[in-house]
């Protein structure tokens, strides 16, 4: 008989790891941050997507779409902050994406050089990423204007 003939599925059921349950709910508390952007209210983004970070601190998504949020709020230095915990995470896939959210944060504050590095190392693990090679042409330019100015 399968487990769906028995008086107790829970029986056959699959245990998931604690490890996993944080995930797909720290997964959920983040999409709620994302519906909340989308809708403009953005405090009750920020406040759901710091909560996605706390409870998952070691995950890079966490604190680029909290930093981006900051960022667009005019909050440079708190995402600066963020984005810098972003590339020291252990898990995630945009580590490149970090790198070039910290370089445009840091090129909004007037720090070109510094932010010249960030995209050299987003282009560094993502040779083609446009938007990487893009902003990195862009302050090379403004670099160099820079000189010939001073």
């Known amino acids: 008989m399968s487990w769906l003939g028995t008086r107790n599925p829970s029986r056959y ?32 983004a920020e406040k759901w997507y710091r909560k ?5 601190p070691n995950h890079t998504w966490r604190y680029v779409f909290l930093g981006g949020l900051l960022a667009k709020r005019g909050d ?4 600066e902050a963020c984005h810098r915990k972003a590339i020291q995470c252990s898990s995630g896939d945009v580590l490149d994406e970090a790198y070039l959210n910290l370089g445009l944060v840091l090129r909004a ?4 050089k510094e932010a010249l590095a960030c995209f050299e190392k987003a282009l560094e693990l993502t040779p083609d990423y446009r938007k990487a090679i893009t ?16």
């Open 13 to 44: 059921s699959i245990k998931l790891s604690d490890h996993f349950r944080l995930s797909i709910w720290t997964t959920r508390i983040h999409h709620l941050g994302h519906l909340y952007e989308a809708r403009g209210d953005h405090d009750s």
């Open 52 to 56: 996605a970070a706390e409870l998952n």
């Open 76 to 79: 440079f230095s708190g995402a």
């Open 109 to 112: 504050q007037e720090r070109y």
């Open 135 to 150: 902003a990195k042409s862009d302050i090379e330019k403004a670099i160099a204007y820079l000189q010939v100015e001073a």
